[in-house]
């Protein structure tokens, strides 16, 4: 298995809900990453985990919330979203922290985040 | 600190014919650089990239990458395009400075004209 598998593949969410998206990997990479990416933009680093651990975050609002729950799975928790958090939300993997350098970052398909 | 900059936000080439798409970069130390293609609604594909060794990069699909010091430079090429390499590609640089990560590019619109 080469692939990283993020669900839903698209989700519309109101403002006051609260949601999930989820990021599933088994290729035994020790490293995880949510990246956010607006229409037309480039993706943009928002948390880093290294070995179920948070090591890197942002700057992101606290609306956005991730979870490492094990090494094959990343969640991030949405609650309270704006509008303009509308945007495909990316989970990557590589082997380790900063083994990306060497051996690639491999990126999911993204989720497609409406708020509304 | 690494950055790069991609100078074109679309490009257009016939079929057949060969392609450059732009990168320069800008960084603090040795220079760690990537190429990704996104398709419509899908996630990012890993081209190439370039840590050190020899300055021309080989990379999926047929693509190549020329890094070049002097003049700061890491042009993505295809001898020949087809139409199916019309997407989003982006450059990136390791993020470095003990922040593992990407820093990419704004993206260039590739589109190969049948």
């Known amino acids: 298995d080469t692939e990283v598998t993020q669900t839903p593949k698209h989700l519309v969410m109101g403002m006051t809900n609260k949601k999930s998206l989820k990021c599933e990997q088994h290729m035994g990479h020790r490293a995880m990453y949510w990246y956010k990416q607006k229409a037309k933009k480039p993706p943009e680093l928002m948390f880093v985990?290294?070995?179920?651990?948070?090591?890197i975050n942002e700057s992101v609002p606290s609306r956005f919330s991730p979870e490492c729950p094990n090494s094959s799975l990343l969640n991030l928790h949405l609650h309270a979203l704006q509008p303009e958090d509308s945007a495909l939300y990316l989970c990557a993997s590589s082997q380790g922290p900063d083994e990306g350098l060497n051996y690639g970052y491999t990126f999911g398909s993204g989720t497609r985040l409406t708020v509304v | 600190a690494q950055s790069v900059a991609q100078p074109e936000d679309q490009v257009n080439v016939a079929e057949g014919n060969p392609l450059t798409v732009k990168c320069t970069y800008s960084v603090s130390g040795n220079p760690y650089l990537f190429w990704y293609v996104q398709y419509p609604n899908r996630g990012l594909q890993f081209l190439l990239k370039y840590i050190t060794g020899d300055n021309l990069v080989k990379g999926s699909y047929g693509f190549e990458a020329e890094f070049n010091k002097s003049q700061t430079s890491f042009h993505l090429k295809k001898p020949s395009a087809l139409v199916s390499d019309s997407a989003l590609y982006f450059c990136?640089?390791?993020?470095?400075?003990?922040?593992?990560?990407?820093?990419f590019g704004k993206g260039t619109h590739l589109i190969i004209q049948p």
């Open positions: 990136a640089s390791y993020s470095g400075g003990g922040a593992d990560g990407l820093t």
């Open positions: 985990y290294s070995y179920e651990k948070l090591s």
